[in-house]
Every structure is written in C-alpha cells, then in structure tokens.
C-alpha cells in the first residue's frame, strides 16, 4: 500500500497533542510536516509543544513551523484555562530541555511547500483555528486544487457550542479564516462538536493508560490531569472529550464516521452567534460553483476512535516514530 501523507495544523493543546500521537502511530502514514496557530496557547508555546510530542513519538525529523499568531479579524484569545498556560495542563517540559528549534519558515510557507513538493499526496489535518490554512490558499491559490481532503476539527450542527451557545473554539478564533477555508474549492470534512463531544474518554481508558509504562501513555497521562479536572467540573463525570484525536481518526479512517453533505459557510456578522457554523441542509438547494458541498460528521464509532487512541499511546500500535523517519522529511 502506498505510503499515506499527512500535514498537520493545530493549536497544540492537550486534545491536538494525543490527536498527533495518534497519528504517529499510524503504521502507513507519513507526517510530511506540522504548523502551529494561535488558540489553546500562543502560537511559539504551540510549536514547542508540537516539538515536544514529536520527540516522545519518536519523530524527531518532522519540521514543525510557527504559524499564525492571531487571527485574520479579531483580537488573539487564547484558552489557558482549558488548556493550561503552556498548552499541556503542565507537561510541556522547559525551554532548556528541548533540543530542536521550529523550522525558519511560517507554517503556511510550510504547507504551500508540503502541498506542492507532494501534488495530490497531503491530506491537511487542522485541529487549530483555521489561520494557517486560510492564509496559505491566499498565498498560493493553486495549491487548492492540489490537496484530496482538508479534515477540519471545529464547529457544531446540533450540539450545544463550547464558547458559546452556538459556537465552537476553533472556529469562533477565527471565523474570517474558517470561512474561507470552508469555501476555498478543496473538499472539506468538518469534524465538529456533534462528533467529538460522543468520543469520550472514559475511566477505563484512563485506567489503560496509568497500567502502560509506554512514555506516549505517560505523558497523556500528565498532560490529561487539568483537561480532565475541568471536564469533570463541567459535566461532572471524570474523563474528557476527544476532539482533535476524533478528526484526526476519521481523516484516517472516515469508515467510522457517518455524514451529511451540504453548502456550509461560518456566520461572521451576528454578534451572538460569530463564528457558528452555517449547514444548508436544504436538499433542494445546490453548493455554489467553486465551492464543492462541505461532508459534516454527524455519526461516530466511538469505540473504534477511542480505542484506537489508547492503541496507540500504550504502543500496541506503532507506526511512523518506530521506523524513523528523515530530517526535513517535508
Ligand atoms: C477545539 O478547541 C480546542 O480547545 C481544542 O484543542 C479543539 O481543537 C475544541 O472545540
Ligand atoms: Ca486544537
């Protein structure tokens, strides 16, 4: 089976650390790069922590590039107290004990290269407010045409929003750019709350990863601890929902998912609802010429995603980190 490209874009908070160890644990797919965006942290605290989980996962080859540090339109918002004030609920370990820099390029530059040194290979996982990705289809056009699938964690259908009634993170941090992404011409998977807020992780899979001495599973163990604390406050119950590691498997595997396929577009305007999701679920209404109908995930087997996750941080799967992987694999 041909190798499978991936490029990853997040905020690397708690959730887009495990969904990028997840991936590295993906046997037959290749991370050909990763930028970081403003959200659960500043977008250099990102980078660090990209780097940081690369090492764990063994990956030290994949370049990691400093992306956006504000969104196209608004002010910067930055989610410490979900995500703690390094990004990983503490686990980040300190500056002087990280050995790699980011590359010298912004994550965009980065993507537009990824994108055309691999034509029609890299399929662009995003688990972070949209600005990176937005900003490279400004910056070359063409790559649009260039790229089979951009798998988006962000926004939410029918359940309730995370920042506000109808509104979820990544898309309320930059709704301008979610929107230009959204209707770019590329074909977009929205994985959104609807999904995400079903693939719990539980107790038991806590359990599973306290049981692992595997460095993966130890170290989503640390970064865990405040994420679950403020998820238990939240819904009363221990664990927390798997938002990015959801995308990031239904990218992979888009068999565990179920879907609608509609015109979607993000509200900009509403001073309540900036940033929502927009679905035409109307079955008589046609997506407009350019901007191909976007695929919402609307079903998910949570027992898959999850236990795939687990798989792979306590190293009953490994992929990627345990074949080594070439400096500058980009
Ligand atoms: C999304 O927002 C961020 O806090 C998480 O990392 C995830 O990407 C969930 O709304
Ligand atoms: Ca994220």
Redesign the pocket.
């Known amino acids: 089976m041909p190798e499978r490209l991936v490029v990853l874009d997040?905020?690397y908070?708690?959730?887009?650390a495990l969904a990028l160890l997840g991936v590295a644990a993906e046997a037959g797919v290749r991370i050909v790069g990763v930028g970081s965006v403003h959200?659960?942290t500043g977008a250099l605290q990102a980078a660090r922590n990209a780097l940081s989980v690369l090492g764990v996962a063994g990956l030290d080859g994949v370049p990691v590039a400093v992306g956006a540090a504000r969104p196209l339109a608004q002010p910067v918002e930055l989610?410490a107290e979900?995500?703690g004030d390094d990004g990983l609920g503490g686990a980040a370990p300190p500056p002087s004990a990280r050995d790699r820099e980011p590359a010298g390029v912004p994550a965009a530059v980065q993507l537009v290269d990824a994108v055309r040194r691999h034509p029609g290979a890299c399929t662009l996982i995003a688990?972070?407010p949209l600005t990176n990705l937005a900003l490279a289809a400004l910056l070359d056009p063409g790559i649009v045409e260039l790229v089979p699938e951009v798998v988006v964690?962000?926004g939410t259908l029918d359940a309730p929003g995370?920042?506000g009634s109808h509104t979820?993170?990544?898309f309320a941090h930059d709704p301008e750019a979610a929107d230009l992404v959204l209707s770019a011409g590329w074909p977009v998977s929205v994985v959104g709350?609807d999904v995400?807020m079903r693939t719990w992780l539980e107790e038991p899979d806590l359990d599973a990863l306290g049981a692992s001495g595997a460095p993966a599973a130890r170290f989503a163990l640390t970064a865990l601890g405040h994420y679950v604390e403020l998820y238990r406050g939240r819904f009363g119950r221990r664990g927390c929902p798997l938002?990015?590691p959801t995308a990031a498997r239904l990218a992979l595997q888009p068999e565990l998912g179920s879907y609608v396929e509609a015109p979607a577009r993000v509200e900009l305007r509403s001073p309540t609802t900036r940033g929502m999701l927009l679905v035409d679920r109307r079955p008589f209404v046609a997506a407009p010429p350019g901007a191909p109908a976007v695929r919402v995930a609307v079903g998910v087997d949570r027992d898959a995603v999850v236990g795939r996750l687990v798989e792979a941080l306590t190293g009953r799967r490994q992929g990627q980190g345990s074949r080594g992987t070439p400096a500058g694999a980009c």
Request: hydrophobic share 25%; glycine share 20%.
């Open positions: 997040g905020d908070g708690v959730d887009d959200g659960n989610s979900v995500h688990t972070g964690m962000g995370n920042v979820e993170a990544n709350l995400t938002h990015d």
